[in-house]
């Protein structure tokens, strides 16, 4: 798990329309949020920190990620525009999410990520989630795609399926049996008492357990 939380800031104009559609799609965040995951910058955690929008320029071209919601009053807007193209130039990275319909492929500062924007196919997110289901499978899709974007070392990994159990028991076993000869042979051909016996064969007892772990404790990281 990371060891610091990732900031991602969203970029939208402040229409009612980009407004909106945003609040259906904060909640699919949340859970990364409760994990200690994410931390996310918008336009109303902006205004309840510092009560002025100019700060939300800061945290667009200081954020770990930075996601422009792309629609025609987010182009129109000269402030989105420049901090937009204040992030592009310091390189910071940026997730584009084609938000609303428009001729976002007429600026110039979105050339660079015609093969990026999402959803794929230059299909908007409004155009796309026609329906509740399908708004929601959406939603979801750019949740997972952000998460893997701002930590691609976190992908799912499940080790716990492929514990191969019968293997385990064998060694385990085979350690209990070597446990047991090493046990008599110090006491009765080095003849260094019960206790030294005993010993040897509870090293060999532990080292198998150590080996069953496997079984009963799988190892899992597991992030999604």
């Known amino acids: 798990m990371p060891g610091n939380v990732k900031t991602i800031c969203f970029l939208y104009s402040g229409d009612p329309d980009d407004m909106n559609l945003y609040k259906d799609l904060a909640p699919f965040f949340i859970r990364y949020q409760k994990k200690g995951l994410l931390q996310l910058i918008d336009r109303e955690a902006v205004f309840q920190r510092h009560a002025d929008m100019?700060?939300?320029?800061?945290?667009?071209t200081s954020a770990d990620l930075t996601?422009?919601?792309?629609?025609v009053d987010l182009i129109?807007?000269?402030?989105c525009?420049?901090?937009f193209q204040q992030a592009v130039g310091l390189r910071r990275p940026i997730f584009p999410v084609l938000w609303r319909p428009c001729d976002w492929t007429a600026e110039d500062v979105f050339k660079p990520y015609l093969t990026q924007v999402f959803p794929r196919g230059g299909v908007s997110v409004l155009e796309a989630a026609d329906d509740a289901g399908e708004k929601e499978?959406?939603?979801?899709?750019?949740?997972?795609q952000v998460k893997k974007a701002i930590f691609p070392e976190l992908e799912t990994v499940e080790v716990r399926s492929g514990v191969n159990k019968p293997f385990f028991y064998?060694?385990?076993?085979?350690?209990?049996?070597?446990?047991?000869?090493a046990g008599g042979f110090v006491y009765v051909?080095?003849?260094?008492?019960?206790?030294?016996?005993?010993f040897a064969f509870l090293m060999?007892?532990?080292i198998a357990l150590f080996t069953l772990r496997n079984v009963f404790f799988p190892a899992q990281l597991k992030i999604a």
């Open 54 to 60: 100019q700060y939300l320029g800061q945290y667009v």
């Open 67 to 71: 996601i422009p919601l792309i629609s």
């Open 76 to 79: 129109n807007s000269e402030e």
């Open 81 to 83: 525009m420049a901090w």
């Open 137 to 144: 499978k959406l939603f979801t899709q750019i949740a997972v």
């Open 170 to 181: 064998l060694i385990a076993a085979l350690l209990l049996l070597m446990g047991i000869l």
């Open 189 to 198: 051909k080095l003849n260094m008492g019960l206790g030294a016996a005993l």
């Open 204 to 206: 060999f007892a532990c």
